[in-house]
């Protein structure tokens, strides 16, 4: 018997959006000097081709550690908002973060999934989100009380916009199609490093 599907798939009934569309959504939506950090791959090739801006950083090589770095630059600039995007294969690898994160709880934090239930970039092999693992329950497990499936791209926006005025620590999970990222990220690190270092001001 094949297990029940209790995952993205199966334990709610978002509508399946697709991710660059709604990274342009949330670019537009931004201020000026809120700092945005990509997840390897297609979070952050969609962010790149969104429009590139200095407070953008942009991870490579790494599963899993757009959470981890966005937490870092919010306790250390609390006066910044800063967003997480993150595929569900590298938020599933690292799914301590979450419960650091709601622990210290940072009000200046949202971090957005874009779950479409694989691992695209290495071949589109399914992740538990597909099936199992219910990515927004396992937030709420973690002590993130604010997280949500966006039901579809409205939903989407208003969520982000209630982020960012109300503060966080907020979760927006999204279900996305299989489109592939859309641009391609320089695969600089020293330069995105120096880029992101000027744009938050800390530049020696
Ligand atoms: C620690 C680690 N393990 C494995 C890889 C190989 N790898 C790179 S991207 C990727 C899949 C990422 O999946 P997801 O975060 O869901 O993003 P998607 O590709 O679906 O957009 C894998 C397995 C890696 N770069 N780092």
């Known amino acids: 018997m094949s297990p029940a599907k209790t995952g993205a798939a199966g334990a709610h009934n978002a509508k399946v959006m697709n991710r660059f569309d709604l990274t342009k959504r949330l670019v537009g939506r931004l201020k000026r000097d809120e700092a945005v950090v990509g997840g390897i791959g297609n979070a952050n090739f969609d962010l790149w081709a969104s429009g590139q801006r200095p407070q953008n950083f942009y991870m490579l090589g790494s599963m899993g550690l757009a959470i981890p770095i966005a937490f870092g630059v919010a306790i250390a600039q609390p006066q910044r908002h800063v967003i997480a995007l993150e595929g569900d294969g590298s938020l599933l690898m690292q799914l301590g973060c979450l419960a650091t994160v709601a622990m210290r709880a940072p009000k200046n934090l949202t971090i957005v999934v874009w779950d479409n239930g694989i691992y695209q970039i290495t071949g589109s092999q399914p992740t538990a989100s597909e099936s199992s693992a219910d990515l927004v329950a396992i937030a709420r497990g973690a002590g993130l009380a604010n997280s949500a499936w966006a039901a579809d791209e409205d939903d989407f926006d208003r969520l982000f916009a209630t982020a960012l005025k109300d503060g966080g ?3 927006i999970a999204a279900r996305i199609d299989h489109q592939p ?4 990220t320089d695969r ?4 995105i490093r120096a880029r992101f270092m ?3 001001g800390v530049k020696r």
Do not use: I, K, M, R
């Open 181 to 184: 990222g859309v641009g391609a």
């Open 188 to 191: 600089d690190p020293v330069q």
């Open 198 to 200: 000027q744009g938050l």
């Open 169 to 171: 620590p907020s979760l």
